[in-house]
């Protein structure tokens, strides 16, 4: 196991030891994955660290902020930990894009898929069906035309079907999103079928099934692109730290502003920058790994 994937779990302890809930039977497993080797203790003593100057930030004045910190550091770690979860498990996807890495590839048939930071896709191709399972993240399907072979995206128990268009579908953690950006997808969510035409976008999830216009703006990751457009600071944040190695934390209320952002993908650090320049804000880099945004 690498020295990142070390230090994702450790993460994981030290969140769950700073909730001062923890259970004898997970104190347990703590004990004996600590007692495991040297390179654990090694990776919570660093993961300590981290949390130990995540603390200092702030003043005893200010209980409420690092209550939110924990837990807002608790599920990125966990968001981390099930991305990394297919190495973890000994099951590699047969394509996966890194964090802040678009990565084309092309499929068997000819078509062409786009893979947004950090996704992963399942690829089985028949003579009956083209079929890919989305397992993280989004992608962009330029199909090759062939109408006697349905090619088919899985998310969740959304099934998005089509023989030759462009699409995207993101993968949720209770469904999927789906927008098509040319020709027509058939969507099945729970048995239920759907027709989307180029411009619509479809999101399921386990409460509902809403269907509206897309945005251009939200798939311009398939062109290499980030683009914000009328977003919230905190959501564009968001969008921000999907293209970025670390993760980004927001201390605090934020100003209540829409904010615009076009830039290319690899010049996430410097939209950052960007955006929080332009609201008056500082960001303190605790560690490559963890990056906080608060206000001066």
Not at 59 to 77: M, W, Y
Not at 132 to 150: E, H, T, Y
Not at 199 to 213: D, I, Q
């Amino acid at each position: 196991m690498s020295e990142t994937e070390l230090d994702v779990i450790a993460q994981r302890w030290v969140v769950r030891l700073a909730s001062q809930d923890i259970r004898d039977e997970e104190l347990h497993a703590f004990e004996t994955w600590l007692a495991g080797s040297s390179a654990h203790r090694e990776a919570f003593d660093r993961a300590r660290r981290t949390w130990s100057r995540l603390g200092d930030v702030f003043t005893e004045e200010r209980p409420k902020i690092k209550q939110t910190v924990a837990l807002r550091l608790a599920a990125a770690v966990a968001a981390l930990a099930v991305g990394l979860a297919f190495v973890i498990d000994g099951t590699p996807p047969d394509v996966a894009s890194v964090v802040g890495e678009v990565k084309s590839t092309m499929l068997p048939d000819g078509s062409m898929a786009v893979l947004d930071s950090g996704s992963a896709i399942e690829v089985e191709f028949t003579a009956a069906e083209r079929r890919i399972r989305l397992l993280r993240g989004s992608a962009w399907f330029d199909v090759k035309r062939n109408p006697d072979v349905l090619f088919v995206v899985e998310a969740n128990d959304v099934r998005a079907v089509a023989k030759g268009t462009a699409y995207a579908v993101t993968r949720l953690d209770d469904g999927a999103i789906v927008q098509v950006t040319h020709g027509r997808v058939e969507v099945n969510v729970r048995g239920d079928a759907l027709t989307l035409a180029a411009g619509e976008k479809l999101t399921a999830s386990s409460e509902a099934v809403t269907r509206e216009p897309g945005s251009d703006s939200a798939v311009a990751w398939h062109r290499g692109r980030i683009e914000i457009e009328n977003a919230s600071l905190q959501d564009a944040l968001a969008i921000i730290d999907r293209y970025r190695r670390g993760m980004i934390l927001s201390l605090g209320s934020l100003p209540d502003k829409k904010v615009n952002l076009a830039i290319d993908v690899d010049e996430s650090e410097r939209g950052l920058e960007s955006l929080v320049q332009a609201q008056g804000l500082r960001t303190i880099a605790l560690t490559p790994w963890l990056t906080l945004v608060m206000r001066p």
